[in-house]
Nanobody
Framework: QVQLVESGGGLVQAGGSLRLSCAASGPTASAHFMGWFRRAPGKEREFVAFISWSGGNTDYADFVKGRFTISRDNAKNMLYLQMNSLKIEDTAVYYC???????????????WGQGTQVTVSS
């Protein structure tokens, strides 16, 4: 069982930046693809970004392209999400996800973290 623990959330003003981290432990070879999802108040969980083991394959939701960057450090079993130019609508709980397939949809996620709150204020 892969365990995922997010950190780095918090309160930031619109236009600011945050970097989320996700620490993976356990049989991390199962986490070939890792990614981020988010759930805003009153909305369903939605895909944000994913990255392959090598880092050579990434994908982003349209609403974060050009603002967010996903990366991973396999030697440290870490996943990151650099979030720049944050908007109020980026306010959500952000979840780390891992799976054997590209985690671009919730049905492909084998493991979830517990989430970290990101709040963007005006």
């Amino acid at each position: 069982q892969v365990q995922l623990v997010e950190s780095g959330g918090g309160l930031v003003q619109a236009g600011g930046s945050l970097r989320l981290s996700c620490a993976a432990s356990g049989p991390t070879a199962s986490a070939h693809f890792m990614g981020w999802f988010r759930r805003a108040p009153g909305k369903e969980r939605e895909f944000v970004a994913f990255i392959s083991w090598s880092g050579g394959n990434t994908d982003y939701a349209d609403f974060v392209k050009g603002r967010f960057t996903i990366s991973r450090d396999n030697a440290k079993n870490m996943l990151y999400l650099q979030m720049n130019s944050l908007k109020i609508e980026d306010t959500a709980v952000y979840y780390c996800a891992a799976g054997r397939l590209p985690v671009s949809r919730t049905s492909r996620v084998d493991y979830w973290g517990q989430g970290t709150q990101v709040t963007v204020s005006s």
